[in-house]
Every structure is written in C-alpha cells, then in structure tokens.
C-alpha cells in the first residue's frame, strides 16, 4: 500500500529532501507543532491577501534561518533570543517596505499584520529548533519548507472561507446571482473551526497510516491474511474510534 | 497635533474588551493562548502578566513614537524599535516585581520572559499606531485590549476544565482541535456584542 511506503521512505532520502518533506507535511507547522496560527489566520477570508502573507512569511522563515544559522558560532547565547527577533524583523521591514511601494492597497488592508509576522511563532521555533544546529543551506530549504507547509494550509483554508464568504475566489466572481453569503464565513470564528475541522481529518489520515503501518511492520505474512491490496481499508476497523468519523 | 479618532474613552475601554478583543476578533496571542489555557492557574498568572505589559507597552511606545520615531522620520524602523521596547519593558517589569513583590513573582515565573513574543502585545501597539489614538486613548486601548485577552483565556481555562472531565471528544479532534473549536464558539458569542458599540 503506498500509505506503508510513504512512512518507511524518509529513511532513504536526502537530508534535503527530508528537510522538504517534513515541513510540508511530516512536521506540518500547523498540523504538529500548531504553530504561528496568531497573525496570519487573520488575513484568510481573502486568497489574495492570504498569499502575500504566505510569500511573505515563506521569505522571512527561509532568510531568517539562513541569516541565523550562519551566524550561530558567533552570536553569543545569552542574547539570542534577541539577535533572533532583530534578524527577522529585519527581514519583515523588507517586506513591509516592498508592499508599501508596490502594493500599497494590500498593504493597507494587511494593516498590523505583516508587522506581525515577526511574532509568528513559526520563525523563532524554526530560528530556534532548526537553525541553531544545521547548515545554513539546510536551514534555508527547513525554512521555505515550513513557509509552505503552513501556506499550503492557509490557502486550503481562504479558498473555503473567500468561496462562501463572498462567491468569489482571488477576487474573481464564482457563483451566480442566486448565492446567498455565508456572513460567518467572513468574521473570525470560522477561521478557528476550519483550522479544527483541518487538523482532525490531518490526524485521522495520521492514525489510519499509523494503523496501516503497524499492520504491515510486524511481518508480510500476517498482514497479507484478510486480502490481498487492501491493508489500509482493511486495518481502519481495527483502529479504536477510527470508524466513527472515516470522513476524512 | 495629533487627530485622533473621536472615541470616549470608556467605550473604547468596552470596545476592547468585548467587540473587538484582540484574541477572538483579530486572532492576537493564539499560541499561548491554547498552550497555557489547559492550566487555571496558569492561565490567571499569564492573563495578569499580559494585561500589565500591554498597557505599560501602549503607553511607552506611544511617547517613543511620537517624541523619538516621528522627529527623527524613522518610521521604517518602529519594527525593530517596538520589539526592542517590549523586550525592555518586560524585563524591567521582571526586575521590578522581583524586588517587591517576591510571591508574585513567584507566580508570574516563566510567563514573564514569555511574554515579549506574544503577538498581542505588537499587535495592540501597531493597531494604536494606525489608529492614531492620542496618550489617554492608548493607555486606555492598551489596558483594555490585555484585559479583554485575559478575560478571553479565563473563559477557555473554564470551559476546558470541564471538557476534559468527559470523555465523549473523537479521538483525532482531542487537544488543540476541540480546543480550536471552543475558541471559534466564543468568539461567535462575542460577536454577538458587535451591535453595542462599534469602534474600528
């Protein structure tokens, strides 16, 4: 079953690749460490918004792991967490500045936010967890990884919330005249239930893989007994709790 | 000098505790907020923490932006110069609850240093700077602003003390999910003050 192969092949693949790997999905910033969903939910009722604050978080991670770790031999540790604070927000005045001169509506409509991205949790934790003890490179593609893996997230969310909220996707009409707008689509509560609703389906798929993995893993003969190609649908039933909500 | 907007400063008081709190309408100070909720007591000691430094912050940043960043045409830098405030505000607040007041300190402990990576306390300073409240207006927004955070995470440390005493969440939505999920139902009941007094 490929869910069976997607678990066992990390172990032969480029640390690179595995960098890639787990901060898309993995060590997802948003589905495991639920990280840096503060600022930047904030801005998901708009796709087009929601993609610069991805673009711009992605820039800040990724080159604020980079700037970091190159410097970790030389930044002395009692003032780290402030070295840290003052390189990324170095790196979010860049952006700022950048959407100020070349979009200065969306920049507006951010308002705070892109200021805020220098408190998301997802630059220090990586700047912290990462950077301080890996090569720059490596840091760089941990921070784009992890840039995107909460992007991709994000977008998934905006895409749902802009849908309902307005009918329109990137600004785009949609739907016809007869839509009615889901008002609670565009306030702030349904930004919480969508990134509950994400990280439930998330951890199903996660248990049902782990389920299908430890099926597979204590050796072929026994898991090949109730048919042939079918271990995950077949491991589900054997997971507590797992049927009552196969949803996802 | 300064036009600022047209608000009592009561209202503006109500407005940031209930309309517009700076957890559950802007999403400011999520991370710990679900982190440190699952402990009552915790939960007090951060809400305390967070409500001191965000209306001391308000009030600093508010005199450094007008008397140092505005004179001297540096507003590319009040990123960095905030940051720097926040950092310096909570560690002489630490030093100074160190020295009178031991018990609290006590209590307060690792919540304090916490504290300069929260993003309610630059969000409230960057929302006063757009905004372009005036002292009174900031200290009050400030304070409010923390105390609407800290009547938020009190609410959430209730209501998840008594959902971990049954056991009837599906096993994938335990933890951070039904957690997400009771925050998006009180910010759907704090909504429902949204009519009372609307103050942008």
Known sequence: ?248 | MIDAPNVGLISLFLASILTSNVLLANFLGTCSFISISKDFKSSMGLGIAVTLVIGITAAVCWVVLHYVIEPLGIEYLSFIIFIIVIAGVVQMLEMIIDRFSPALYMALGIFLPLITVNCAVLGVILFMQIRKYNFPQAVVFGFGSGAGWWLAIMLLASIRKKLDANNAVPAGLKGTGITLITIGFMAMAFVGFSGMIAVQ
């Open chain 1, 1 to 248: 079953m490929s869910d069976t192969e997607k678990m066992r092949a990390p172990l032969k693949v480029s640390p690179a690749a595995k960098v890639m790997r787990d901060g898309l999905w993995y060590n997802n910033p948003i589905f495991v460490q639920v990280l840096g969903i503060c600022s930047t939910l904030a801005v998901t009722n708009n796709l087009r918004n929601t993609l610069i604050m991805v673009l711009g978080v992605s820039f800040a991670t990724s080159m604020g792991s980079l700037t970091l770790s190159a410097l970790r031999e030389l930044i002395p540790r009692k003032v780290r967490m402030i070295v840290q604070v003052l390189v990324l927000s170095f790196y979010v005045i860049i952006i700022d500045i950048v959407l100020r001169a070349y979009q200065p509506a969306i920049s507006k409509q951010l308002g705070p936010y892109v200021g805020l991205i220098i408190t998301n949790c997802i630059l220090m934790g990586r700047a912290e967890a990462f950077a301080a003890s890996n090569s720059p490179g490596l840091a760089f593609l941990d921070g784009l990884a992890n840039g995107f893996g909460y992007g991709w997230v994000l977008l998934v969310i905006a895409a749902i919330r802009e849908f309902f909220g307005f009918g329109s996707l990137f600004g785009f009409k949609v739907v016809g005249e007869g839509f009615v707008p889901w008002t609670i689509m565009v306030m702030a509560p349904s930004a919480f239930f969508l990134v509950a609703i994400a990280l439930w389906i998330a951890n199903n798929y996660k248990a049902k893989v782990e389920a299908a993995s430890k099926r597979a893993a204590p050796g072929a003969p026994a898991g090949s007994s109730p048919g042939p190609g079918s271990s995950a649908a077949g491991a589900a039933p054997s997971a507590p709790g797992a049927p009552a909500h196969q949803k996802g």
